[in-house]
């Protein structure tokens, strides 16, 4: 079933907030001024950061993977006590649970980068010159994984992930525990 | 005058593009970045782009969301851990741990059917098909189940199914039997039965064998058919167990050993493996051995009658009467009765060899 990204954005609201947060949370530890924020608004794109360019592949890197690694991290820990019985266990009797799911699930669901994530890592690392061939080697499939994970949205690659996920942490601690 | 003018234009658009885009009084600073466009202050200012409190606030409330829910977690962490670790429990010998602690679960979490599910597996997987049979019955028959999950339970139904079959058969067999017939009578009469029903395809032909070989007139005839139902199913302990007390019969201590230490590899808590064990080891002369595993069984389960009675037989063979006494005592006292070869064991009529081996081990 294809459902508009612009309408799974605005039921996923609280994911598209955590990811310009983490866009902008980037830019400040990577020293890269902003210019303006719109966390979310009913239009396409549902959310932006308007920062300052840099020439700088390692701020550019980061500042535009930074939401995968802010809302996997963040979604993670908060679907964490309550994946197991909804995901696992099917169960959507507590109220409480289900809202802390579905947030957890939505920032889980926007931690891909966009394709204009990716557009400024192939300027800033690939198309430069200046930046060396083993970087852009190592670079070259986090840009693949990215437009992946944008085009596969549309066959819910999204969710899957966020199903993915949520799982994965109470699975690594049966192995560790 | 030209030359002065043209001169000023140019200065005051040099001097435009090098101030500050923000507030327009100070020169950009291009030493962080070749693009800013923003003096030294406002980048500093923009670099700390303020985070809405409201957000700090949203997240503060999150975090005692989330938090509470933490509470609970490690219940339920350690209800998933016995879901994702059962089935290799299982494999390490704790089968009914495993199926215990998932029965537990699926009274817990109603709407799930893969804990049942898993269960009914590991049952079938384990041979415990009576078992498998329960769970289906109990948390999954006239339940809504998906197709993947209907095709797996149709699949372990039919051998149910079958399985059933020849348990209602033989167990009718053995309520109808004429009460006027001796033993040997009834044992021949069900042995014929049994037999008739080997080219039917409809019978469970593990237990079939089974059944006939606890019904076979001599040691010889009854180790070809349990032989034949473990070939047909390895996985029924069952008749592992036979196996055993046949090699003990057989007086081979050895074999019979190996055989019951490959079953309590499958299933740790077997309690009849641990008492064939007691059995091999008490007529093998080790009587502390013995007791070792006679506790073990009794342990397992302190109200089962027959590790009760296997430790307080190890126990007297031990010469630890004062602990027979008592354990004797707690049998009594919850209404039960020896069966007559156990009471004649411990009247002296009949010694350790008579009560274990058919013949006192003279075949």
């Given at each position: 079933m294809i459902i508009p990204g612009f309408l799974i954005s605005i039921v996923t609201f609280p994911g598209v907030i955590v990811h310009e947060l983490a866009h902008q949370i980037f830019c400040r530890l990577m020293r890269v001024p902003v210019y303006e924020v719109k966390y979310f608004q009913l239009s396409n794109p549902c959310g932006y950061v308007l920062h300052e360019p840099s020439d700088n592949p390692l701020k550019v890197f980061f500042i535009s993977v930074g939401p995968f690694l802010i809302n996997t991290i963040i979604g993670a820990l908060i679907t964490l006590p309550v994946s197991i019985e909804?995901?696992?266990?099917?169960?959507?009797?507590n109220l409480i649970n289900l809202l802390i799911c579905w947030i957890g699930f939505s920032i889980l669901m926007h931690a891909f980068p966009s394709t204009g994530d990716a557009k400024c890592i192939v300027n800033a690392i690939l198309k430069n010159k200046e930046v060396s061939f083993l970087i852009k080697i190592l670079v070259a499939p986090v840009i693949g994984l990215i437009y992946i994970g944008a085009v596969g949205s549309v066959m819910w690659l999204d969710l899957l992930y966020a199903v993915g996920v949520s799982m994965l942490l109470p699975k690594i601690l049966v192995m560790i525990f | 005058m030209e030359e002065n003018k043209q001169s000023f234009e140019g200065y005051n658009q040099d001097y435009e593009q090098e101030i500050c885009k923000l507030c327009g009084n100070a020169y950009i600073d291009k030493s962080e970045s070749r693009y800013s466009t923003l003096c030294t202050n406002c980048r500093e200012k923009q670099i700390k782009y303020p985070i809405p409190k409201l957000f700090i606030l949203i997240g503060i409330v999150l975090i005692f969301l989330v938090g509470s829910s933490f509470v609970q977690f490690p219940k339920i962490f350690k209800a998933y851990k016995s879901y994702a670790t059962a089935e290799q429990k299982a494999k390490q010998g704790y089968v009914n741990d495993a199926l215990h602690s998932l029965e537990d679960l699926t009274k817990q979490y109603t709407e799930d059917k893969s804990i049942p599910v898993l269960a009914v597996k590991i049952s079938m997987n384990n041979g415990k098909y009576e078992y498998a049979d329960y769970i289906i019955d109990k948390y999954l028959a006239n339940k809504k189940v998906d197709k993947s999950i209907y095709n797996e339970i149709t699949t372990y139904s039919k051998r149910i199914d079958q399985y059933y079959t020849t348990y209602d058969f033989y167990d009718k067999l053995i309520k109808n039997l004429d009460k006027n017939m001796t033993k040997s009578q009834s044992m021949v009469y069900v042995n014929t039965k049994l037999k008739s029903l080997l080219n039917d395809n409809k019978q469970d032909k593990a237990l079939l064998n089974y059944y006939l070989s606890i019904s076979a007139p001599n040691i010889k005839e009854a180790k070809e058919f349990i032989q034949a139902s473990i070939k047909e199913d390895n996985n029924m302990l069952r008749s592992h167990i036979e196996l055993a007390y046949i090699l003990l019969e057989e007086k081979d201590f050895d074999g019979s050993r190996k055989k019951y230490n490959e079953i309590l590899n499958k299933e740790k808590d077997n309690i009849d493996a641990l008492c064939g064990l007691v059995a091999v080891e008490v007529l093998n002369g080790d009587k502390k051995a013995a007791v070792r595993y006679a506790r073990q069984a009794y342990d397992i389960n302190q109200k089962d009658l027959y590790a009760m009675e296997t430790l307080m037989i190890a126990l007297n063979e031990d010469g630890q009467t004062e602990e027979v006494n008592k354990i004797k005592d707690e049998y009594l006292s919850t209404g039960n009765k020896f069966d007559n070869t156990t009471l004649d064991y411990f009247n002296g009529k009949i010694n350790i060899n008579d009560y274990y081996l058919s013949n006192g081990g003279q075949n």
């Open positions: 909804i995901v696992e266990f099917g169960q959507y009797s | -």
